[in-house]
């Protein structure tokens, strides 16, 4: 079970899914039972919303990656 100290730390992973299952649902335990670090998620979350929006990240970015992939495929399978 993470600590308060370790929910700051980790919050921002959380919001990007950059941790484990089993971490998550230790943190998720912590903000149900600790309201303190339920604003601070929310807080968090709000947060991330925006830069999110306020940045727009490139759309093509992973087709790009897909269709480079099937490219290489390709050369693979045709010598
Ligand atoms: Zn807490």
């Known amino acids: 079970m993470p600590t308060c100290r370790d929910m ?3 919050v921002t992973d ?3 899914r ?3 299952i089993r971490r998550r649902l230790d943190m998720w335990w912590h903000l149900v039972r600790c ?3 339920r604003r601070y998620y929310d807080q968090m979350r709000r947060t991330v919303r925006l830069l999110g929006s306020a940045s727009p990240s490139p759309p093509d970015s992973g087709t790009e990656e897909s269709v480079l992939a ?3 495929g390709e050369q ?3 010598p």
């Open 8 to 10: 700051s730390e980790l």
């Open 76 to 78: 693979r399978r045709d």
């Open 35 to 37: 309201e303190a670090c």
């Open 70 to 72: 099937a490219t290489r």
């Open 14 to 16: 959380y919001l990007e």
């Open 18 to 20: 950059a941790v484990s």
